[in-house]
């Protein structure tokens, strides 16, 4: 069962890099991504790196892993996910000690299955958790009784396969929010990866006045999407005039896929601006 309370307690301390103070660090990537087949068996490699002049003590396992546009992210028990691929990955290695300054190779094999059906993007983590230091657990005893938290500092590791070039590449767009802030203007998009292939659009936003007068392309960003999950895009309008507008938003995967949705944009009213009004079904 997903948990959003400890996944978010967990997100604190989960990062996209270990954080300064740890010293072990993940020196090839964060996102292992491979093309592969059904069938098919392949290798890797978790590179590790210890900066302290003392043994590292580190645990390895694995964990699913999703997110939402709202900012929760869910790190569920390996193999939970519709679309996970933990089953597939045996590690060589679960706990390790990393030698002062030494660096280490954690090898893992992973073997995609050979039944039909499977397409499209399948994913989930390795973590890398760095043990508390003996001496460091006794220093702090009280404080950790009395505060009732360890500090845990971890890295994950995304572990991506792709089935080839297959899967059906698609997103619908949730939620829109105009935003004011002063004489400042934006507007927040959530978009939904419903299709069966990992994503990673820009967004974009071309604005034109009701004039018909042109205010040029806004930049909204890029964010990886892997199927099933969301994320916010903001696009940042600045000190345009007050008034209303239409906006043709576009995500670009920079390949063949390219989606699209036309909005009317109501900056006319001082204060709180009104719900984007969404024109028509999707352009593509």
């Not at 270990?18 to 996102?31: E, K, R």
């Not at 939970?80 to 597939?88: E, K, L, M, V």
């Not at 030494?102 to 090898?107: A, D, I, N, S, W």
């Not at 006045?209 to 940042?236: A, C, H, M, Q």
């Amino acid at each position: 069962m997903r948990n959003p309370i400890l996944a978010a307690a967990a997100a604190l301390l989960l990062s996209t890099a270990l954080p300064a103070a740890a010293d072990v660090s993940v020196i090839n990537g964060l996102t292992h991504e491979k093309n592969a087949k059904s069938g098919e068996t392949y290798e890797s490699t978790v590179i590790l790196k210890n900066v302290a002049a003392v043994p590292a003590e580190i645990r390895l396992y694995q964990t699913d892993y999703s997110f939402t546009a709202d900012g929760r992210k869910f790190y569920d028990a390996p193999g939970t996910g519709p679309r996970s691929n933990a089953g597939w990955i045996v590690l060589g290695q679960k706990r390790i000690i990393l030698p002062p300054l030494g660096q280490t190779e954690v090898k893992y094999i992973v073997r995609v299955p050979g039944q039909a059906g499977l397409a499209g993007t399948y994913w989930s983590m390795i973590m890398v958790e760095e043990q508390p230091k003996a001496a460091a657990e006794a220093a702090s005893a009280k404080e950790k009784i009395r505060f009732g938290v360890r500090q845990v500092m971890r890295s994950g590791i995304q572990i991506v396969t792709h089935l080839g070039e297959t899967g059906v590449r698609k997103i619908q767009f949730l939620k829109t929010d105009l935003i004011r802030s002063g004489n400042t203007k934006s507007l927040t998009i959530d978009v939904l990866n419903t299709g069966e292939r990992w994503l990673r659009p820009f967004l974009s936003a071309d604005l034109v006045n009701e004039k018909g007068v042109s205010l040029g392309r806004f930049d909204g960003g890029r964010w990886r999407l892997f199927p099933g999950t969301s994320v916010r895009y903001t696009i940042d309008f600045g000190s345009i005039p007050d008034g209303r507008y239409k906006a043709l938003i576009v995500l670009d995967n920079k390949d063949e896929s390219v989606f699209g949705a036309q909005y009317t944009l109501d900056f006319s009213t001082p204060g709180t601006p009104g719900q984007p009004k969404k024109q028509g079904g999707p352009v593509s």
